[in-house]
């Protein structure tokens, strides 16, 4: 029996050296180690395609719509987007340089501020709500199912329903979700350093999709409708406060991709190419897709009488009256490349991520594969139809999660640029040793704590005052730029904890980063003296406290 399950273990063990001790397979497996040269293949164009492609989805095209309602005018609104996403390509960009540098993930990248264990948290936080907006993402892409089917089979609108109404939804639109949630399998199933294939063909078919709703919704009107010409209803003190939370809400929007841009762009072939790719792309991309929001919205307006956010919904108009040909097709490829659009979502945003924080809660039998598929099996679990209809509140809750992940940004900002200055070392996150940098308390790093609850407490009223509870105007206008303050607040409080009472392997001045990590041993540019000299020097650089001024770069 002994040796029957022994046979069952190795077979559900994931990928990972041999010869590593239980404690060491607690903390590591081939996806979470440093990513080998082999895998790193990720060049600028590559970030630029991704994020091209990201930027055209369902709701960044819909963002708008709330700046315009809260009283801005479109050009208002379209520079508030520029700022915020402005903004939001800078703080991903430099989310992504320790991933870019040494080649790890979020997940590890923790347990340099959080401790090896402490870090846990943060990933559990990171993979709940990775799974649940899986759910919603895929409910979302049930409703471009429904329009594309509709589009060639315009009966499949008139489905009898057979569920009753307690279950939320429709056998219609249950058929779509899981259709949906179906044909997203496949793209689960590739390892990240290949998925980038699938970004470039969203990349070219997004844009043409969109671009052809456009101008389609021009020419159907004969014009760019009114909301062009609608002047701010919002003047002074009032304005100043509605465009500055304006920005805030663009920069909150993206607080999911600053967090989870490691998990790329330790797959970078150059630090270089991880960086102003992402800072250039992100705005100019969200930015124009937005605009193309504000058009075909305002075009809609004209067409139907009634200004329709939701481009989904507008493709239903479309088929609502008696199309011809020509139209269907045009609804069939837009809400085609819709789906592509959401599939690419819920692959960069949820099931990578959750798939990367899985791994590392149990490294031993779950890989970034397996972590997916597990999230896409909650996902579909969870029913999001039921949460999104029946409560506000919860929808609400969804929306303003970011405060919690921007102190966990905080946290991790301040520990690799302020506290460690770029120096990690990187065998040490693979360590329970008590001696080791990320060991502190019995593996906890009660500085990040401290500093992860001061950045939610500032911003906790407020958003209490989103669920509806009565709360003070101040606490209301602070969390209106809660992204912001709880990234700020737990930044400097964790630099000014870390000050007083100094974490093992802080740097006091200069910059000190590896420059194209591997472990040493794994390189195979080297032969086996050479590597083995290169990991014997490595342990004798994490045995002295190095905080000499200057650029480190690893002769690996």
Not at 27 to 41: G, K, M, S
Request: aromatic letters at 16%.
């Amino acid at each position: 029996m002994g040796d029957f399950m022994d046979k069952v273990n190795r077979v559900i063990e994931t990928e990972h050296k041999s010869g590593l001790t239980n404690a060491e397979m607690m903390l590591q497996n081939h996806d979470l180690v440093p990513v080998e040269p082999a895998r790193r293949t990720w060049g600028a164009i590559n970030f630029v395609f991704f994020w091209t492609a990201e930027g055209f989805n369902i709701t960044t095209w819909t963002m708008t719509s709330s700046m315009l309602i809260l009283g801005l005018s479109w050009w208002q609104a379209w520079l508030a987007v520029w700022i915020g996403y402005g903004l939001a390509g800078y703080m991903t960009a430099l989310g992504g340089r320790a991933g870019a540098v040494h080649h790890i993930g979020f997940p590890v990248l923790a347990r340099s501020a959080f401790g090896v264990f402490g870090s846990l948290w943060p990933i559990l936080n990171r993979s709940a709500m990775s799974c649940i907006w899986y759910g919603v993402q895929t409910y979302i892409g049930g409703t471009c199912v429904t329009q594309m089917l509709r589009s060639i089979w315009p009966s499949y609108n008139d489905i009898p329903n057979g569920l009753p109404d307690s279950a939320g939804i429709s056998s219609r639109d249950f058929l779509s979700f899981f259709l949906f949630w179906l044909i997203s399998l496949p793209a689960i199933w590739f390892p990240v350093h290949q998925i980038r294939h699938l970004f470039t063909f969203k990349m070219f078919l997004a844009p043409i999709g969109g671009i052809a709703f456009f101008v389609w919704s021009i020419v159907k009107a004969g014009g760019l409708g009114p909301i062009l010409s609608q002047p701010a209803t919002v003047t002074g003190d009032n304005w100043t406060w509605t465009f500055l939370y304006c920005i805030g809400y663009s920069l909150g929007n993206f607080g999911t991709m600053i967090l989870n841009d490691a998990d790329f762009t330790r797959f970078a072939k150059k630090t270089s190419d991880a960086f102003w790719p992402q800072v250039i792309t992100i705005p100019a991309t969200f930015g124009v897709v937005s605009f193309i929001g504000i058009v075909v919205s305002s075009s809609c307006t004209v067409i139907y009488g009634e200004t329709i956010w939701s481009p989904i919904e507008l493709l239903g108009k479309f088929l609502d009256n008696d199309p011809s040909p020509a139209e269907r097709f045009g609804v069939f490829f837009i809400a085609f490349c819709f789906i592509i659009v959401q599939i690419g979502i819920n692959i960069s945003a949820n099931s990578i991520s959750a798939g990367s924080d899985l791994t590392a809660l149990l490294p031993r039998y779950i890989s970034i594969r397996r972590g997916g598929y597990i999230c896409a099996i909650v996902g579909l679990c969870m029913m999001p139809w039921t949460l999104l209809s029946s409560s506000n509140s919860f929808t609400t809750f969804l929306s303003a999660y970011s405060i919690f992940l921007s102190s966990i940004s905080g946290v991790l900002f301040a520990d690799y640029f302020a506290v460690r200055r770029g120096k990690l070392r990187v065998r040490m996150l693979y360590s329970l040793d008590h001696a080791d940098d990320y060991w502190y308390t019995w593996g906890i790093n009660w500085r990040a704590y401290v500093a992860y609850i001061a950045g939610i407490a500032f911003n906790i009223v407020g958003f209490v005052g989103q669920l509806g509870v009565s709360v003070s105007e101040t606490a209301l206008r602070m969390y209106d730029f809660a992204y912001l303050l709880g990234f700020f607040i737990a930044f400097l409080v964790y630099v000014s904890l870390c000050a007083t009472f100094p974490v093992p392997g802080a740097v006091a001045e200069g910059w000190h980063e590896f420059d194209e990590y591997v472990f040493p041993e794994d390189d195979p540019r080297k032969g086996d003296a050479e590597r083995a000299a290169a990991a014997d020097a490595e342990e004798e650089d994490a045995g002295d406290a190095d905080t000499k001024s200057g650029f480190k770069t690893a002769s690996v």
